[in-house]
């Protein structure tokens, strides 16, 4: 990607590898930052649906009947996002899914549990099986499952991490069809699905989905023990989860919540990646010596 036409700070944060982050993801990320109705529509959108959100929050937690409408929630997303959300805000949807799967998945692995998630959708339709609604649930429930913190597995305490249900991330896997009135950025696509979940979840679903984020300081302390990196809760935005908050500024926690886990992805990439060239290398060490 070329970053010749943007301003130096684009250019810097494009050229800027401190931070663990692939380069597609950060390609699809500048190249949504680019776009022009991001600047126009979302300060307005993320106004207005903010002080919409609180008011259906509010009347969410009266003492009415709950309700829900979880199958009616995925349509309505996904007939959305294939008409009117940009590629790079579709991909970075999708590259979600596959990134917090895969950090789940090598938490439960390396902590001897039987948990697994199998979110990997592939295109947008995909989602209507690989739920958002899952998607909060399996967190939980992986968290429910794992016990202890301090626990790992002989492998993990000696290096040899597993793998088995890893699925790296292939850009070229995703199928989307490209319309013209795709044009909504990622940030402004957040804030029109908000008061939508709001509204169509139960007031416990919406408030225990928007504290998930909060776990990502103790999923980052768990790896952290795993890897040996305690440097990782550095990289969550989103901490404390005993303290339970509301949909207050929920589009930046949303969105640093999508940056932690291509941070933790991109860093654990590099982990297997690393693992695996030293077993490549051993074995052809014991060829060499046979």
């Keep these: ?18 931070l663990p982050l692939e380069k597609e993801a950060v390609d699809l990320w500048l190249r949504d930052l680019d776009n022009g109705f991001r600047w126009i529509l979302r300060p307005i959108m993320q106004l207005l649906f903010a002080v919409l959100l609180h008011i259906v929050w509010f009347i969410k937690r009266l003492p009415l ?11 309505t997303i996904c007939w959305f996002c294939r008409h009117f959300v940009s590629p790079e805000a579709n991909l970075l949807i999708l590259r ?15 902590t001897g549990h039987e ?17 958002f609604v899952n998607h909060d649930q399996e967190l939980f429930d992986c968290f429910i499952n794992l016990g202890s913190s301090k626990d790992t597995v002989e492998s993990a305490s000696n290096g040899q991490y597993q793998w088995q249900s890893w ?16 044009v909504i950025d990622f940030e402004t ?19 225990d989905a928007i504290n998930g984020f909060n776990l990502d300081q103790s999923i980052a302390i768990r790896i952290g023990h795993i890897i040996n990196d305690n440097s990782l809760a550095e990289l969550a935005y989103n901490k404390y989860p005993q303290y339970l908050v509301g949909p207050w500024n929920l589009g930046q926690r949303f969105l640093m919540h ?22 490549t290398q051993s074995v052809k060490a014991v060829d060499e010596t046979i």
């Design 1 to 18: 990607m070329t970053t010749k036409n943007y301003s130096a700070y684009i250019q810097a944060i494009a050229n800027d590898d401190a």
């Design 65 to 75: 009947p709950q309700f829900s409408a979880h199958e009616f929630l995925q349509k």
């Design 96 to 110: 979600h899914f596959a990134t917090e799967s895969n950090i789940l998945n090598f938490l439960a692995e390396n």
């Design 115 to 131: 948990n697994r998630v199998n979110l990997y959708p592939k295109q947008i339709n995909d989602m209507l099986r690989d739920t």
């Design 167 to 182: 699925q790296s991330i292939d850009m070229n896997e995703f199928q989307l069809e490209r319309k013209a009135t795709q």
């Design 189 to 207: 696509a957040h804030a029109l699905f908000m008061c939508l979940f709001c509204f169509l979840l139960k007031k416990d679903e919406y408030r």
């Design 258 to 279: 999508g940056f932690f886990t291509e941070y933790l992805y991109a860093k654990l990439e590099t982990v297997r990646k690393q693992q695996l060239g030293k077993e």
